[in-house]
């Protein structure tokens, strides 16, 4: 049996130019920026609507029970004895689809990506190896799909018939076999009821677990009816219709009778058949009438899925835009009003506590370094005095203490005077500890007030150690020591020779030289030769309260720079918290420019968007009135 004339999938496209919406739709995708996630899933939609533009085919899916003639029905529109009728239950396991092809072959596709082509020279040698591969369920469950190809007018129409398992087979992974046809493969599902027990429970239940959604790509054929009373024939497809409408809500059901032998039998030219002709024209307008229902459906189907990815897209852009729109309104009411916010009288305040808390936890850093540097002087005398006592003659002790002593009091001086660098690292670190609370009590200022909060991850101010710690008067404190040593008048103690001796020794060890000869002195006043220990010795307490008044200096130095390095310190506290008001501000009118700019972009985006939404729904318009179009077209036609 041929279609109609009149009537064609080419007809029906007629009615819409779907492609010029599709390529619409994917403009759109290529247009904005979506998430990953959202452009994926417009991405899958399009992919699968294109697809299925591509395919020309009409895909209708044949579903029924065991025993309700579903394999003599496909014959009947094929015009062959394709499928091999059987009393076993449950004749076919594989998803069957059978397409046009010049001549007869079987194409197995395997679950594992593995496929097998086999060519017949005939359609009776086809059938015999589909019915085996078709029945054989230890085989079949590695089975995805066999491709049938024949030379028949009804298919090279553009029209494929996919054959499925029976609804009420034994084994229930049948079930899930037709349930992936009629989700992934079908335009259009013929439901076969026997007409003479239409609709049994067995049938229901499938159509209700697994047919829900899809209940409007259904069309329902009555087959045995030539085995229905002639005068009870009219009430059992009013009985199907009505328990369609009602059980399963299905608004105008498609209901036909179909008598696939009177067709064979007419096509076969057997005569022996009762009311051969009249059953078969009534299964031909049965037959055209599915084939129309099914390319109104396609058609429909695709302007749906076109539907919903516009209505998706329209959806998406118009949340976002809102969604765009809406948050920078409020961030810039944020920054205009963090800009207005005076928080002069915080950072004030927060000075003035920082300030505090400094000088308070400071000063236990300076008893601290008290402690340190005392303990250091008592170490540096030690070393001082420790040395003049290790010279083994006058001799050695005149060349130290003019050429090397001076020079080992600065060296001490210098190791006290690095008790203050010691230090400086706690002043610093007491120094974070106060910007981190001053932090801590800006942001929680920010939540207080409801303005731009701004985190702080470093701080810029930097604190160098006072150069007083450097001890610039060293050299004077040292020779202090060789200075007040000179004033002694150690001739006094002796006779004018002794004085002319110690003066000799004096003029050639200048200052510390005329103390060490003085003190020889002593012993030539006495006519005594001199003692080198008793000399060392003296010269040893000498020294000791002229070394006291040199560390006392050198103390007086180390914390006169601690408290400078403190004073710099409470200075640098000052600057950051100012530094801090001046970056939030500066990061306020930087962001305030920023999202004044993209408010200025914005609007351009939202007249974009705007215009792409009336045109989503121009295009919307338009495929909706196409399908009412197709709608009135297909039953037009029916009616002629």
């Given at each position: 049996m041929?279609?109609?004339?009149?009537?064609?999938?080419?007809?029906?496209?007629e009615?819409i130019d779907i492609?010029?919406h599709?390529?619409?739709?994917?403009?759109?995708?290529?247009k904005?920026?979506?998430?990953?996630?959202?452009?994926?899933?417009?991405?899958a939609?399009?992919d699968?609507?294109?697809?299925?533009?591509?395919d020309?085919?009409?895909?209708l899916?044949?579903?029924g029970?065991?025993?309700?003639g579903?394999?003599?029905?496909i014959?009947?529109?094929?015009?062959?004895q394709?499928?091999?009728?059987s009393?076993?239950?449950?004749?076919?396991?594989?998803?069957?689809?059978?397409e046009?092809?010049?001549?007869p072959?079987i194409c197995v596709m395997y679950?594992?990506?593995?496929?097998?082509?086999r060519d017949?020279s005939a359609i009776?040698?086809?059938?015999k190896e589909?019915?085996?591969?078709?029945?054989d369920?230890?085989?079949?469950?590695g089975?995805k799909i066999i491709?049938?190809?024949?030379?028949s007018q009804?298919?090279?129409s553009?029209?494929?018939?996919?054959?499925t398992?029976?609804t009420?087979s034994l084994?229930?992974?049948?079930e899930?076999?037709?349930?992936?046809?009629?989700r992934?493969?079908s335009d259009?599902s013929?439901?076969?009821?026997?007409?003479t027990?239409?609709?049994?429970?067995t049938?229901?239940?499938?159509m209700?677990?697994?047919?829900?959604?899809?209940?409007?790509?259904?069309a329902?054929v009555?087959t045995?009816y030539?085995?229905v009373?002639?005068r009870?024939r009219?009430?059992?497809?009013?009985?199907?219709?009505?328990?369609l409408s009602?059980?399963f809500d299905?608004e105008?059901?498609?209901?036909?009778p179909?008598?696939?032998?009177?067709?064979m039998?007419r096509?076969s030219g057997?005569t022996?058949?009762d009311?051969?002709?009249e059953?078969a024209?009534l299964?031909?307008?049965s037959?055209?009438?599915?084939?129309?229902y099914?390319?109104r459906?396609?058609q429909?189907a695709?302007i749906?899925?076109?539907?919903?990815l516009?209505?998706?897209e329209f959806s998406?852009?118009?949340v976002?835009i809102?969604?765009?729109?809406?948050?920078?309104?409020?961030?810039l009411?944020?920054l205009?009003?963090?800009?207005?916010t005076d928080l002069?009288?915080f950072i004030g305040?927060q000075?003035t506590?920082a300030v505090?808390?400094?000088?308070?936890?400071n000063?236990?850093?300076?008893m601290e370094l008290i402690?340190?540097?005392?303990?250091r002087?008592?170490k540096?005398k030690?070393?001082?005095?420790n040395l003049?006592?290790?010279?083994?003659?006058?001799e050695?002790?005149k060349?130290?203490m003019?050429n090397?002593?001076?020079g080992?009091?600065?060296?001490e001086?210098k190791?006290?005077?690095?008790c203050?660098?010691?230090?400086f690292?706690?002043?610093m670190?007491l120094?974070?500890?106060i910007?981190e609370?001053?932090?801590?009590?800006?942001e929680?200022?920010?939540?207080?007030?409801?303005i731009?909060?701004?985190?702080?991850?470093?701080?810029?101010?930097?604190?160098s150690v006072?150069d007083r710690g450097?001890?610039?008067?060293?050299k004077?404190?040292t020779a202090?020591?060789s200075?007040e040593?000179?004033?002694?008048?150690?001739?006094?103690?002796g006779t004018i020779a002794?004085?002319?001796t110690?003066a000799?020794?004096?003029?050639a060890?200048?200052?510390?030289?005329?103390?060490?000869?003085?003190i020889?002195g002593l012993?030539?006043?006495?006519f005594?030769?001199p003692?080198?220990k008793?000399?060392?010795n003296n010269l040893v307490?000498k020294?000791?309260?002229?070394?006291?008044a040199?560390?006392?200096?050198v103390e007086?130095?180390?914390l006169?720079?601690?408290d400078?390095?403190?004073?710099?310190?409470?200075?640098a506290?000052g600057?950051?918290?100012?530094?801090?008001?001046?970056?939030?501000k500066s990061?306020v009118?930087?962001q305030?420019k920023e999202y004044?700019d993209?408010?200025?972009?914005?609007?351009g985006?939202?007249?974009?968007?705007?215009y792409d939404l009336r045109?989503?729904?121009?295009?919307k318009?338009?495929?909706l009135?196409?399908?009412?179009k197709?709608?009135?077209?297909?039953?037009?036609?029916?009616?002629k």
């Amino acid at each position: 049996m041929a279609l109609h004339n009149n009537f064609s999938w080419n007809t029906v496209r007629e009615f819409i130019d779907i492609d010029e919406h599709i390529l619409y739709a994917e403009s759109l995708i290529a247009k904005y920026k979506w998430s990953g996630n959202v452009r994926a899933g417009l991405m899958a939609q399009l992919d699968k609507i294109k697809s299925k533009q591509r395919d020309t085919a009409l895909n209708l899916s044949v579903v029924g029970e065991f025993s309700t003639g579903k394999s003599s029905f496909i014959n009947a529109l094929l015009g062959e004895q394709l499928l091999v009728s059987s009393v076993i239950q449950g004749t076919t396991v594989v998803n069957t689809v059978i397409e046009y092809c010049d001549r007869p072959c079987i194409c197995v596709m395997y679950r594992d990506g593995r496929y097998e082509v086999r060519d017949f020279s005939a359609i009776i040698a086809l059938s015999k190896e589909l019915s085996i591969l078709t029945t054989d369920r230890k085989s079949a469950r590695g089975i995805k799909i066999i491709r049938v190809g024949i030379p028949s007018q009804l298919l090279k129409s553009g029209i494929r018939i996919i054959d499925t398992p029976g609804t009420n087979s034994l084994e229930s992974w049948h079930e899930d076999v037709t349930r992936e046809a009629l989700r992934d493969l079908s335009d259009l599902s013929i439901i076969l009821t026997d007409a003479t027990h239409p609709l049994p429970v067995t049938l229901t239940d499938f159509m209700m677990e697994n047919l829900a959604d899809i209940y409007t790509q259904c069309a329902f054929v009555a087959t045995y009816y030539d085995m229905v009373p002639k005068r009870e024939r009219a009430d059992v497809l009013r009985y199907i219709t009505r328990k369609l409408s009602t059980e399963f809500d299905i608004e105008e059901p498609v209901v036909l009778p179909y008598v696939a032998p009177a067709v064979m039998a007419r096509n076969s030219g057997d005569t022996d058949y009762d009311n051969r002709d009249e059953f078969a024209e009534l299964s031909d307008r049965s037959a055209e009438t599915l084939f129309r229902y099914m390319a109104r459906k396609r058609q429909i189907a695709q302007i749906k899925k076109v539907l919903a990815l516009a209505s998706e897209e329209f959806s998406l852009l118009d949340v976002s835009i809102t969604q765009n729109k809406q948050d920078l309104e409020r961030k810039l009411d944020l920054l205009y009003k963090s800009k207005r916010t005076d928080l002069t009288s915080f950072i004030g305040l927060q000075k003035t506590v920082a300030v505090n808390d400094y000088a308070m936890e400071n000063r236990s850093i300076r008893m601290e370094l008290i402690e340190k540097c005392e303990k250091r002087i008592s170490k540096s005398k030690y070393n001082l005095k420790n040395l003049i006592r290790s010279k083994q003659s006058i001799e050695e002790l005149k060349n130290f203490m003019q050429n090397e002593f001076a020079g080992k009091c600065e060296e001490e001086a210098k190791a006290v005077s690095r008790c203050v660098e010691d230090v400086f690292p706690d002043q610093m670190a007491l120094f974070n500890v106060i910007i981190e609370n001053f932090q801590e009590a800006f942001e929680k200022e920010f939540k207080k007030l409801g303005i731009l909060k701004v985190n702080f991850n470093s701080k810029s101010t930097e604190v160098s150690v006072s150069d007083r710690g450097a001890l610039t008067n060293l050299k004077d404190a040292t020779a202090y020591v060789s200075k007040e040593l000179s004033k002694e008048n150690w001739a006094a103690a002796g006779t004018i020779a002794a004085a002319i001796t110690g003066a000799a020794i004096g003029s050639a060890i200048p200052v510390v030289g005329t103390i060490i000869g003085g003190i020889i002195g002593l012993f030539a006043g006495s006519f005594m030769m001199p003692d080198d220990k008793k000399v060392i010795n003296n010269l040893v307490q000498k020294v000791s309260p002229q070394l006291d008044a040199m560390f006392a200096k050198v103390e007086s130095d180390v914390l006169a720079a601690f408290d400078a390095n403190s004073d710099r310190v409470t200075e640098a506290i000052g600057r950051e918290i100012d530094r801090y008001l001046a970056e939030y501000k500066s990061i306020v009118d930087r962001q305030l420019k920023e999202y004044l700019d993209r408010s200025a972009r914005l609007q351009g985006e939202i007249r974009m968007v705007n215009y792409d939404l009336r045109i989503i729904e121009n295009h919307k318009q338009q495929l909706l009135s196409a399908s009412d179009k197709i709608t009135q077209y297909i039953h037009g036609y029916g009616n002629k």
